[in-house]
């Protein structure tokens, strides 16, 4: 059975500071990998998406990359603001699936001014 | 954003009554999901549909139905509410790969 575990569970830093978020999963067998983010009491937010064959994606401050064969990921925040604290989800697609996503539980990121 | 709505936003329902959210989608995707997230365990899959009158079960599928007579609606039914059940539950939508999701319903049975 495919499991997601997110580590630290909780991180505060600086403002200003460059950060890596870590995602590990079980099961290489994946079809694809999706970093959210998530604000207290609303819907998560899709930030990046990383399919199987690509080793990174990136967006803005934001960069995920993906080792399928260690089964694991990493989320890089490049010069982080206030605004970025949120908590940050990692969930994995299993490979022959419907879509339906497996979800760690999560990093709660707290960037201080 | 993606359309995505859910109704109610918020509800707090008497244990044993039957409760439906409604998910509401203007993308026209294939694909539309249910899960719940509960402290602790994290978001979790209860029911998925791959197309008009197409469902399948998640993981925690037990106690809920599911409806799916338009592309654009998703229904979650709860058919008798427990305590176990007060959860927020969101919907996600997805046609390739991306999975998008809406706002959440805090759902609270007493």
């Known amino acids: 059975k495919q499991e997601v575990t997110q580590i630290p569970a909780a991180l505060s830093v600086p403002e200003g500071e460059n950060l890596v978020l870590n995602c590990s999963f079980t099961?290489?067998?994946?079809?694809?990998l999706q970093w959210f983010r998530q604000d207290p009491g609303k819907g998560l937010t899709s930030l990046l998406l990383i399919q199987s064959s690509q080793r990174e994606q990136t967006s803005g401050r934001l960069n995920a990359s993906l080792d399928k064969s260690s089964g694991r990921s990493t989320l890089y925040i490049a010069a982080s603001q206030p605004g970025d604290s949120a908590t940050y989800l990692c969930a994995v697609r299993p490979g022959g699936s419907q879509g339906n996503l497996i979800f760690g539980k999560g990093t709660k990121l707290s960037v201080k001014p | 954003d993606a359309g995505i709505t859910q109704s109610p936003r918020h509800k707090v329902t008497e244990t044993g009554t039957p409760v439906t959210l409604r998910c509401h989608q203007t993308e026209n995707h294939r694909y539309m999901y249910w899960y719940r997230q509960d402290p602790g365990h994290g978001l979790r899959l209860i029911h998925y549909s791959y197309g008009v009158k197409d469902t399948d079960k998640g993981e925690v599928s037990d106690g809920y139905s599911v409806s799916r007579s338009k592309t654009e609606d998703f229904l979650l039914t709860l058919e008798s509410a427990t305590s176990s059940q007060t959860s927020v539950y969101f919907c996600?939508?997805?046609?390739?790969?991306?999975?998008?999701f809406g706002p959440g319903t805090r759902l609270t049975v007493t």
């Open positions: 099961d290489s067998a994946i079809y694809n």
């Open positions: 996600a939508i997805s046609e390739f790969h991306e999975q998008y």
